[in-house]
Each structure stands twice: as C-alpha cells, then as structure tokens.
C-alpha cells in the first residue's frame, strides 16, 4: 500500500464505497470475452485489448460509442456484448478470495459499505447475489439509479447521500481511472485498486490518494483492519 506524496491525512471514514468488476469480482475475463464476441460477431475483427478495456468503468454504452462513432453500430455492439454476457454470466464470474471477509472486517470496523457500479442493476443485483455478498451493503447504486455516470462524481455522492455519510468521511475503492476519478470529484479518498483492469500506472497518472496492491490490505490502508480481513487477495 502507498500514499501519492500530496495525500491528504487519513479523515475518519465512516463509509466505504466499492467498484465491483475488478474489484470485488474477479470478472475481468468475461468482460474481456464479452468485448471480443461482440467485436467479432460486428465488426467482423477483435480489436486489441487495451482498446476493448480501456474505458472499462464507464456505463457500457458509452464505451461501445468510443469504439465506434456510427450510433447504430455501437447499438449492434451492445446488443451482442450483452447477449453473450448475460448467457455466459453465471459460469464466469467469480470473486476475489477473500472478498466477502474484506467487507466484513470493514463493516465490522464500524463503516457503512456500499457498492457503486457501472453496470444496470438487473445484472448488478445478479453479481451480487452469486458472489454471497447480498449481506453486505448499506446502498447499492447502479448506472440506472443515476443520470450521470463515472467519471462524474453523481453515483457516489447519490450512494453517500442515501447513507448520510458526507464525502470527506467516506473512500471510493476501484481499479479504473474513471473510479479513481469519480472519488477525487465527489472529495471522497480516492483508492486505486491495481489488481483489476487498469495498469498501475494508468492509476497513478490518475492521481489517486492512496494505492493498494491487494484487496486484503484495504481494511489496513483506510485504518479499518481486523483479523477477519487477512484472507483476501486481489488479482
């Protein structure tokens, strides 16, 4: 775990906010293998990975309006991502050991937990209840429950809201640029999670306040360490 040199101290947090592909879900793989069925079953090619992930974090639609600009197309490429991943979802994705022992130790250091996520919350709700973590959050908010999407700061100051928790006593953990800056906008610590879809250096160059290398040592780094947080591992 690292701080940037220009963090500011640690405020104390009564709420954290969790991404979850990459994150929590170990769904990188399939959203990979979603990206290149459409991309293949439209476009006729695969386009290389670091485009088809680049904007991963973003509301899905958006991001297939950055791969192409003729809209119709991008409508086509949605339709197939969403075909393929809605029918393979169940069978691939999984999550990061450790997961649900993370989010305990934090609830049980006295934070309120939410989830804040691009996905609709049809498919939300299905990740979270095959990863066991319906238990687990205080909010959950979805590219549905808002009007403007990461990198803006709206779905975490709607999750903060919902919970009366304000920005400065809260911390956004998530594993894309776009995360990290939805948190620096809403004035919340912004965590970079380096085990999902963003390099570590994409991370840094989006000037999070503090960067963590596994999702065991979140509970340490926001100072909510428990023993039960000791068996997670991210990536």
Known sequence: MTRSDAARPAPRLEAVLFDFDGTLADSIP?????????????????????????????????????????EALAERLLQEYRAYNHATHDEMVRAFPGAHDVLMAVKEAGARLGLVTSK????????????????????????????????DP???????????????????????PADVASAKAAGALAVAAT?????????IEAGPDVVVESLADVPAALGLATARGSTARGG
């Open 30 to 70: 399939h959203i990979r293998a979603s990206f290149r069925h459409a991309s293949r079953a439209v476009l006729g090619r695969e386009l290389p990975d670091e485009v088809l992930l680049r904007n991963v974090g973003m509301p899905l639609a958006a991001q297939m309006r950055i791969l192409v600009e003729d």
């Open 154 to 176: 709206t779905p975490l100051l709607h999750a903060l809201g919902a919970i009366g928790v304000p920005p400065e006593h809260a911390a956004y953990v998530g594993d894309s």
């Open 195 to 203: 085990w999902g879809v963003a390099s570590r250096e994409r991370l």
């Open 120 to 151: 609709s919350r049809a498919i939300a709700e299905r990740g979270i209840a095959l990863l066991e973590m319906s238990d687990a959050f205080d909010v959950v908010v979805t590219a549905d429950d808002v009007a403007a999407h990461k990198p």
